[in-house]
């Protein structure tokens, strides 16, 4: 089955910087990653997502890339705000699948210092 | 329904005793998620109902865990003979069929087992 690795487990940048969190998978039949945010005591929420036949995708300060060949896939975000501190799940998933289920990395902490 | 909705929000159990926790999904999602996600963890699959087919049950941690699911309504997980590690947020999920990008969170039942 699938299995996704998410790196780092937390980090820390100064307000106004960049975060990138990075992710692998495992199975190469995977074609849908999103990206969840939950903040404290919070159900997750979908923040931006990224199907295999795109390498980039963008939302404002945030952006997503992926590399099918490397199963390889990241979350950028730029210009952070304190409103950014949270947990961020990277997660993996075969869209318009009669069998599919998503599959989530451990997660990141992500923490803005003013 | 507008959303997921789990109940109870909050159980405290004894060790040893059963529990059940119950999810309503958002109308006409025929698809069926449960996680669990331990203090400061990520989100672990438990299991999948999608339709009438037969669940994916290949996350469920042990004999002690099972759900059911009513048809494409309700869904109930039940925890026989509770023990502390079993203490956990357990987040229920639905999204129409064959569209895991509209995966939608309930609130989630946080058990504390004592």
């Known amino acids: 089955g699938e299995n996704v690795e998410q790196h780092p487990s937390t980090l820390s940048v100064q307000e106004g910087d960049s975060a990138v969190i990075k992710c692998t998978y495992s199975?190469?039949?995977?074609?849908?990653f999103p990206w969840y945010k939950q903040e404290l005591g919070k159900r997750p929420q979908l923040i931006i997502d990224?199907?295999?036949?795109?390498g980039e995708k963008k939302d404002q300060r945030i952006a997503v890339t992926l590399n099918k060949t490397a199963k390889h896939f990241s979350l950028h975000i730029t210009e952070t705000q304190p409103e950014d501190s949270a947990v961020y799940f990277c997660a993996a998933s075969i869209a318009y699948s009669s069998a599919s289920k998503i599959i989530f990395g451990s997660g990141t902490r992500l923490s803005i210092r003013p | 329904g507008a959303g997921v909705s789990q109940s109870p929000s909050n159980k405290v159990t004894e060790k040893g005793k059963d529990v059940e926790l119950r999810c309503d999904p958002i109308s006409g999602h025929t698809a069926l998620y449960w996680y669990r996600q331990r203090l400061g963890q990520g989100l672990e699959f438990l299991i999948y109902f999608q339709g009438n087919s037969a669940p994916d049950k290949s996350g469920l941690p042990s004999d002690r865990f099972s759900a059911e699911r009513t048809g494409e309504s309700v869904s109930t997980l039940t925890i026989q003979r509770t023990q502390q590690e079993d203490s956990a947020v357990y987040l229920c999920?639905?999204?129409?069929?064959?569209?895991?990008?509209?995966?939608?969170f309930g609130s989630g039942t946080r058990l504390t087992v004592v």
């Open positions: 199975d190469s039949a995977s074609n849908y």
């Open positions: 990224i199907r295999s036949n795109v």
């Open positions: 999920a639905s999204s129409p069929a064959n569209r895991v990008s509209s995966y939608t």
